[in-house]
């Protein structure tokens, strides 16, 4: 009986060291998962909460379909093209495609007639070569002018002498206020060598800009076929046109005496801007545009006081009336008629 009772003794005390194991495992089981935890945060160099990583947008290829301007969008120089609290309310009577009244300072829109319908734009084109043209080049800069130049069609400056040096500040004078389709393509061929390669820049920086409903395939606009924009993208085009102090003087001028090596030296250049032809109080920009195709084009910009208003009309009936008659609206809706 000793003996059994030696052995049961000697069971109920290894019985009662058994939770004391498992207590201890347990210890061992949570002491290892949290130095396992902290072995991953050093291996990733966590030193705080987590965090998640943020992708751009993906790049919308140039011939996707417009999408209108809704949810409010940036490019890289910061402008939002989003509605207004309080919008213009305007009927116009002439036949309008697509337009856009908006605030230059915010990108806020006033008023808007189909802002995402890709449309031609004749030489509102010519916006976006300008642009090329002075990230790539110096006002200082002299083009040679080649025959290229002159095999053009359309309007032009006219009097480009083959074979010469001319300042290239002149001939974005010529391409921004007469709209010379000559200028454009002496322009391309000094920065890119051919228009070919200098149109590809143009798309490469359209796409850059996260523009949606616009493609370049010429570098004045007198072709119509595949080159389009729409009014929410030209509006912002013109805003980064207005940034560039070079390119806002130009398009503000209602004329221009600039130097040129033909007979007298001089060359005499006039804005077309129907605005600043009228002398509509407050006119600094920007292009017109006209083909068959693309109609009545223009994109306008107005300053009065602090309030600074932008309107795009593609193939319109009259975009000088309209244009009026929508800045008119905008200005006495914001205080400033």
């Given amino acids: 009986m000793t003996g059994s009772l030696s052995v049961l003794q000697g069971g109920r005390s290894r019985q009662r060291a ?25 291996a990733s160099g966590a030193q705080g909460p987590a965090t998640v990583a943020l992708r751009p947008p993906p790049v919308v290829p140039a011939r996707a379909k417009p999408v209108p301007p809704a949810p409010p969008r940036r490019g890289n120089y910061g402008i939002a093209l989003a509605p207004a609290g ?64 002159l095999h053009y069609t359309g309007s032009g400056v006219g009097l480009l002498p083959k074979g ?25 061929d000094d920065v890119a060598g051919t228009q070919t390669r200098f149109i590809a820049l143009m798309n490469q920086q359209a796409q850059a800009l996260g523009l949606r409903c616009t493609h370049f395939t010429t570098v004045s606009g007198i072709v119509d076929r595949g080159n389009y924009s729409c009014a929410q993208d030209l509006a912002l085009i013109a805003h980064l046109v207005l940034r560039q102090p070079l390119l806002a003087s130009i398009v ?15 060359l005499y250049l006039y804005n077309n801007n129907p605005l600043l032809v009228l002398r509509y109080p407050g006119t600094d920009g920007v292009k017109t545009g006209f083909t068959d195709a693309a109609g009545q084009c223009l994109v306008a ?20 009336t309209e244009a009026q008659r929508l800045l008119g609206a905008g200005f006495a ?5």
């Fill in 164 to 188: 010469k040096r001319v300042p290239l500040i002149a001939l974005l004078y010529g391409l921004l206020l007469p709209s010379g389709n000559d200028a454009a393509i002496a322009l391309a």
């Fill in 18 to 42: 058994h939770p004391a194991r498992r207590r201890a495992r347990r210890v061992v089981v949570v002491l290892l998962l949290a130095a396992a935890a902290l072995l991953v945060l050093m």
């Fill in 301 to 320: 910009t107005v300053r009065r006081g602090r309030t600074w208003l932008g309107v795009v009309l593609l193939h319109a009936g009259d975009t000088s």
């Fill in 252 to 266: 503000g001028s209602r004329s221009a005496i600039v130097p040129f090596p033909i007979k007298g030296g001089k």
């Fill in 333 to 337: 809706k914001l205080g400033q008629s």
């Fill in 86 to 149: 309080e919008q213009v309310s305007v009927k116009l009577k002439l036949p309008l495609a697509s337009g856009l009244l908006f605030d230059v300072h915010t990108g806020r829109v006033l008023w808007q007639k189909n802002p995402g319908k890709a449309v031609p734009i004749a030489s509102l084109t010519k916006m976006m070569t300008a642009l090329v043209v002075a990230a790539r080049a110096r006002p200082s800069d002299r083009v040679l002018i080649t025959s290229d130049a």
